[in-house]
């Protein structure tokens, strides 16, 4: 055998992973058609949705399931073989062929209970415990509903219109990517075959046909799929030795969802009725693990005055590949906001250890929060790029390093106290 260097034996093993993981298409792999809503209409709600295991059937995954997991199982002993059981990034690289090889497990599983246990493996599940803290995610959206329905939007400023175009929201963001991803040919381009209002790629977001935004909703494409998810990838793209960080296993889901939510937020882009719209997913999500069918999901959605079309295609993004009848949802929904808290939370605690040198690297391509140390040792040591790509509040961290500072104390505050104080005082004049 040719003698290797490390750097040559991890780019191999990251380009081995890249290729495995290529045919693997989870959305594709449980997307609906659009007969399966039709028929749930013509019904009058009555009936379930006629999409179980055999549905799935018929939607070929492209990949025999078993060659597909033991190719992931021989890189995985490949990497232990050559790099030893001790090294980090070996240890990383290992952990993300082991989840892949869940993931065809999970979509094997499509349409049955299995799928809803390993979906809560992959990506996490509502009765899950935020780290840090007694709170599970689901505490948390039922706390964030609580704040944010008792907010008069009227008082906010005028309320944004619908009257952005899909194309026009297109032409926008050209010019807009244009400046920002100055050395690679980013582009937006109108598409009919996403669920979805606007979803990203490589190196395009693809902009719903025939859908109506508002201009804010431009401003949060922009940041949230821009600069958020095609960035990392094109970061990633851009390494010539960690390849992998081009692409995002579930592992990467709630880094990178909250990352673009925190985009949203820092960058001061986003709306309560945005926000209501993330974390009602956390309760209808909590609402399926619990057996709610997809009837029942939909009127939770009517009932949060949500339209005919909203609900039906929210109802959807939680029985897709489960089970229409309850109990075994896909829980990928659940990284935006718990993403947001535990990005926001390293966040505060990297500047508080003082090592805000660290924060950049989550831009470096699709990682989860964990691996950030590993990986600004190994920018160190040259064997993974810095980002090339970096949102303005990351590439200058002044102004990031006061407001999380500020935000460290701020949380020792008796929030009961001041919320009495406070209330007795505008029930006095207000």
């Known amino acids: 055998m040719v003698w290797s260097t490390y750097k040559e034996k991890i780019k191999r093993f990251s380009e081995r992973i890249v290729e495995a993981q290529r045919p693997i298409r989870i959305l594709d792999a449980i997307k609906w058609d659009g007969a399966v809503l039709e028929a749930v209409r013509k019904s009058k709600y009555r009936e379930l949705p006629a999409v179980g295991p055999e549905y799935y059937e018929k939607i070929p995954l492209g990949y025999d399931p078993a060659e597909k997991i033991a190719e992931f199982h021989e890189i995985r002993t490949a990497i232990w ?17 082991r989840e892949y090889a869940l993931v065809v497990e999970m979509l094997q599983a499509r349409g049955t209970q299995k799928f809803g ?16 803290g007694e709170q599970t995610v689901t505490d948390l959206g039922r706390m964030i509903y609580s704040i944010f329905n008792n907010i008069d939007d009227s008082k906010l400023g005028v309320p944004p219109s619908e009257e952005v175009s899909a194309t026009e929201v297109v032409e926008t963001l050209n010019r ?14 109108l598409s009919d075959g996403i669920d979805a209002d606007a979803a990203a790629g490589s190196d395009v977001v693809k902009i719903k046909e025939g859908a109506r935004f508002t201009r804010r909703d431009i401003d949060i494409l922009e940041v949230h799929e821009g600069w958020v998810h095609v ?36 960058t001061f882009r986003t709306y309560p009725k945005r926000a209501r719209a993330i974390n009602d997913r956390i309760l209808a999500i909590d609402k399926a693990m619990d057996g709610a ?15 005919e079309d909203e609900s039906l295609a929210n109802a959807r993004r939680i029985c897709r590949g489960g089970l229409v009848t309850g109990g075994a949802p896909f829980t990928k929904d659940l990284s935006y906001c718990r993403g947001f808290i535990e990005n926001y939370n390293f966040i505060r605690t990297a500047i508080r250890s003082g090592r805000p040198e660290l924060l950049p690297c989550l831009f470096a391509g699709k990682m989860k929060l964990e691996d950030v140390p590993l990986i600004y040792a ?9 980002p090339k790509y970096l949102p303005p509040a990351f590439s200058d961290l002044n102004g990031l390093v006061v407001w999380m500072g500020f935000s460290n104390f701020l949380n020792l505050a008796d929030l009961s106290q001041l919320q009495a104080h406070y209330d007795k005082l505008f029930s006095a004049h207000l």
């Open 81 to 97: 073989s050559e790099l030893g059981e001790d090294d980090a990034l070996g240890r990383l690289l290992r952990e993300i062929c």
């Open 231 to 266: 960035g990392t990838t094109q970061n990633g793209l851009n390494q010539p030795i960690a390849k992998w960080l081009s692409k995002g296993p579930p592992r990467c889901a709630a880094t990178q969802e909250g990352l673009a939510v925190i985009m949203e937020i820092f």
């Open 378 to 386: 190994k920018i160190q040591e040259g064997v993974i790029e810095p």
């Open 176 to 189: 807009r990517f244009k400046a920002y991803f100055h050395d690679d040919e980013i582009q937006a381009r």
């Open 293 to 307: 069918n997809f009837l029942e999901i939909l009127e939770f959605y009517r009932t949060e005055g949500y339209s």
């Open 117 to 132: 246990e390993l979906s809560s493996r992959l990506y996490g599940s509502p009765k899950d415990r935020l780290f840090g």
